[in-house]
């Protein structure tokens, strides 16, 4: 399926989706958001791609933001739509029961980083640069990023960041929690691939319902959140990648998943 503004890709079973639009440095506007929403869509309902990796095109940007020149005009219904949207798309990475990783190289800047936020984690290369600095433009984060962030890093690091629009490196963002590793940018997809293959290795229901069992479960109390794990837990015995999980330890061999 060809898109505009992203290009899906498919390598072995993950799929990468690369936003591509490097002469503003992947800045999203919407139908930036409509095509990244819509090739979501396709890896969530591909029953052959267990894992997708989000990029930017070009080595300067993963995306720098919103776009900026597409929020200049716009009244303030058309913000809120605008800002929905986002929403919308963002929580549909959030909560689709696949991983999603974000590959970060160069500028992760306001909705950018609240894209990567939105997936399940996030490694980036050295040149990397994360911020929100949506108060320089006299606006607030509109897309997630004021209650991802502080939930990422904590409420006192989010309001420090949020309130001075402050740009960090990446060392930073992995001394914050923002980002799980940082690598050289010439290794960075090599990287990032392996992993996504290693998880599309295991048994993929669990994986999956480790997902929903992490996202629900943050939501919840603790006494909740343990029923979700007890639920989920008793649920992967219904599958068939629970009894080949278990026979191929037994058996001293590889494990063959079908996630199924
Ligand atoms: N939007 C549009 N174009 C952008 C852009 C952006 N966010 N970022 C960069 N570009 C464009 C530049 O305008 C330039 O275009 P041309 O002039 O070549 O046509 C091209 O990309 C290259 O950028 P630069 O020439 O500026 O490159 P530099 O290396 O000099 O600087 C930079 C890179 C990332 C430091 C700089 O481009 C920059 O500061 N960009 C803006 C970063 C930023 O402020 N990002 C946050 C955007 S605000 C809401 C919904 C959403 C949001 C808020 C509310 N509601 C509905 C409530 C979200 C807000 C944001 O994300």
Known sequence: MEFANVLLDKVDNVAILTINRPKALNALNRDTLLDIK???EVFRDDPDTAVMIIKGAGDKSFVAGADITYMLNINAMQAR???LLG???FSLIETIEKPVIAAINGFALGG???LAMACDFRICSDKSKFGQPEVGLGVTPGFGGTQRL???????MAK???YSADIIEADEALRIGLVNAVV???????YVMKLAKRIASKGQVSVRLCKVAVNEGMQADINRAMTIEADVFGLCFATTDQKEGMSAFVEKRKAL????
């Open 112 to 114: 950018g980083c609240e």
């Open 38 to 40: 819509a090739a979501v």
């Open 160 to 162: 420090q960041l949020l």
């Open 150 to 156: 502080p939930r990422l890093v904590g409420t006192g």
């Open 184 to 190: 050289d940018a010439d290794t960075l997809m090599d």
């Open 87 to 89: 929403q919308s798309v």
């Open 81 to 83: 739509e605008f800002g």
């Open 257 to 260: 998943f079908t996630g199924k």
